[in-house]
């Protein structure tokens, strides 16, 4: 949704105000976050439930030198390798710890709702071990921390209230995360998400409207709603179109320039959810459409709710009301008893789908999930699939994006430079469907804000973003709103 530069945006001016004053509040604090899109806007509660409590973030100088006494690791469960990246990170910490003896360390997130105290055993230097159901703990945690120099503990398994109830301390100026539901009710034999985040329990829609509303009124012109399962929004209340409803709402918001979404589940996404997107001006036709696999057998055995016919006839819907979508995916390889045969089929499915992009993972097993007890693969014959389905997508991808070129595209500016853009006096952000794109400035045109809008013709397709380099005087265009 936005670039690391525009993201850490925020944040900068925040922290170096707070450095110009020489105020350290509670303490200078700084977030590791690691995992989805729930987890980056987990933490922002965090940040906020710190900052209101009279912590203060750290800035870019302070985090690389470690001026530092708080660290937050927000973890994620979702791979393999987890609980070595976690503990590895921690370790470093540690040795940060060493320098700065004063330093307090937390670890939340998935990870600690699943091993809460085998962490504070294996890492006692640890100060804080909390779950994705009580972040608004956390200071509480630090301050008995300080007192007993013991680590501590709480992990709940009920959530009592919405971490949308906690003040937020926003990463962008521009572009909202706002949670519509929290859990998940499907039950992926892959998937520890509905033990780290429990049954899916939605928000009421009046009370997202006002968090999009205030958003907007903080200068967002941009919201994405999340929810481990955005389409079954309002099931749990009778509600079928809830989902529906709530994006048409978001149409009314006065301001409210842009309205994104994820991740849907591919077996409840019904018409009205797709006319909703395909009639509201200002949802955008970007969406995440998880396949995870295109063997009907496999798809089984994940307990996915749908068959890959049922998939492509959704998808076509899709296309047929909004032929310019931008539509990305999950894919699996490796499941376990996945045969060549069944990889095939999943070749075959994404060669129809021509999806923009893919998330493409080797299978790993999770501990307490169904798929882990299952007979594993050979890795090299997993890593071998696994490169022949990247080198399909990579081909898909870059002739998707080729069709840009000659294009005017507008792109909502969300970072004054990429990574190669200081050099190049070029600015970042996304056009409607999602594209990253890079934008010179043409000689004598007004350089554009974080925030403003560019209209500017597509002069080159990269792999994996575009590039507008216009000239005005080839009639090509370029044209800022603010």
Known sequence: ????????????????????????????????????????????????????????????EQVAARDLD????????????????????????????????????????????????KIADKAPWVSAVFGTKNLDVLPRLLDQNRMTGKPQVEVSDALESMPSDLPAARASRVSSWVAISVGCNNTCTFCIVPTTRGKERDRRPGDILDEVRRCVEAGAKEVTLLGQNVNSFGYGMGDRYAFSKLLRACGDIEGLE???????HPAAFTDDVIAAMAETPNVMHQLHFPLQSGS??????MHRSYRSARFLDILGRIRAAMPDAQ?????????PGETEEDFQATLDVMREARFSSAFMFIYSPRPGTPAA???????????????????????????????????????????QQGKKDSDTHRVTGRERTGVLVHIGVPEGEPTPAI????????THAGRHNLIADPDPRKGQTYHVRH
Request: proline share 2%; glycine share 8%.
């Open 296 to 301: 009907d057998r496999i798809l089984k055995a």
């Open 1 to 60: 949704m936005m670039t690391e530069a525009e993201r850490a945006s925020l944040d900068v001016e925040t922290a170096e105000a707070a450095a110009l004053s020489g105020h350290r509040g509670k303490g200078v604090f700084h977030i590791d976050t690691l995992g989805c899109q729930m987890n980056v806007h987990d933490s922002e509660r965090i940040a906020g439930v710190l900052e209101a409590d009279g912590y203060v973030p750290a800035t870019e």
């Open 258 to 264: 842009r309205v994104r979404f994820t991740s849907p």
């Open 327 to 335: 539509i990305s995916t999950d894919v699996i390889v490796g499941f």
């Open 373 to 415: 007890a299952m007979e594993q693969l050979p890795h090299d014959v997993v890593q071998e699939r696994f490169e022949r389905l990247v080198a399909l997508q990579e081909r898909i991808t870059e002739e998707n994006l080729a069709t840009f070129e000659g294009r005017d595209v507008e792109v909502m500016v969300t970072g």
């Open 70 to 117: 708080l660290i937050v690791l927000n973890t994620c469960a979702v791979r393999e390798n987890a609980t070595e990246k976690m503990y590895g990170t921690v370790g470093r910490y540690n040795r940060v710890k060493l320098h700065r003896p004063n330093l307090q360390i937390a670890v939340g997130g998935c990870m600690a709702q699943i091993d809460r105290r």
């Open 451 to 458: 925030g403003d809008f560019v209209t500017a013709t597509v």
